[in-house]
């Protein structure tokens, strides 16, 4: 699904599975953000083929953070050009938490080649804001792109819903007061980790409230 120029959604619609949704921006470099669990890999590749690209063209990897559903198709790109990027926050706590991570995924070392901080990233002809949202997992990111208003938030909001905080490194508070930050920015697109995305300032705007209404007081 074509959300704005350069940047596609591939959502995840089937029910019976748990993988996140991914996305694919394409500028002078084409990067792609969680690419899911291996298994459903081929859900990605025939998004990609659509638009005649192939994981061999990918650049960058981003993960926004390290839970499996999102981040163990990494292994798909073991032998190509693309670079690994995740919070270093998300890989202090993973080898602290579980230090043979990447074994268990079948990636034999699991280490990611550029290791993200807050602030900005430049990637070829396109600036981007990495922003540090814990609450979720302690190394969850958020990846702002001003050119387009577009924010890719992982598991730490979604469209009527925020992530679960108890999974380990969990935090309700965190959680709460990452949203909040998110919900200073101006967006027009909001591209959750799962579940639909959605357009529209003023419906931004409003999910934003609406979480804070609704859920916050369950975390």
């Known amino acids: 699904m074509k959300i704005s120029e350069g940047l596609h959604a591939f959502v995840w619609r089937d029910t019976t599975a748990n993988n996140a949704n991914t996305y694919l921006i394409k500028g002078s470099k084409t990067i792609l953000i969680d ?10 590749k025939d998004h990609l083929s659509k638009l ?20 163990e198709a990494v292994r798909a790109f073991t032998n190509s050009r ?12 993973i080898r602290r938490l579980a230090p043979h991570y990447g074994a268990a995924m079948g990636i034999k070392e699991f ?3 550029i290791l993200l901080q807050e602030g900005e990233l430049q990637v070829g002809n396109m600036t981007f804001q990495i922003i540090h949202a814990p609450g979720h997992s302690p ?11 577009a924010l890719i938030t992982g598991d730490v909001i979604f469209y009527q819903g925020l992530g679960r905080t108890d999974l380990p490194g969990g935090n309700g508070q965190t959680l709460k007061e990452s949203i909040k930050r998110l919900a200073r920015l101006e967006v027009e697109h909001l591209l959750p980790g799962h579940g639909e995305t959605l357009s529209g ?19």
């Open 139 to 149: 190394g969850s990111i958020c990846i702002y792109w001003p050119q387009e208003k």
């Open 52 to 71: 005649t690209i192939t994981p061999h063209d990918i650049d960058l990897v981003i993960l926004t953070h390290g839970h499996p559903d999102h981040v």
């Open 111 to 113: 280490e990611p080649q």
């Open 35 to 44: 690419p899911g669990h291996q298994l459903l890999f081929e859900n990605v």
């Open 201 to 219: 300032r003023a419906l931004v705007k409003k999910n934003f409230s609406e979480v804070e209404r609704v859920w916050f007081q369950y975390i």
């Open 82 to 93: 693309a670079l690994i990027a995740l919070h270093q926050a998300e890989l202090d706590f």
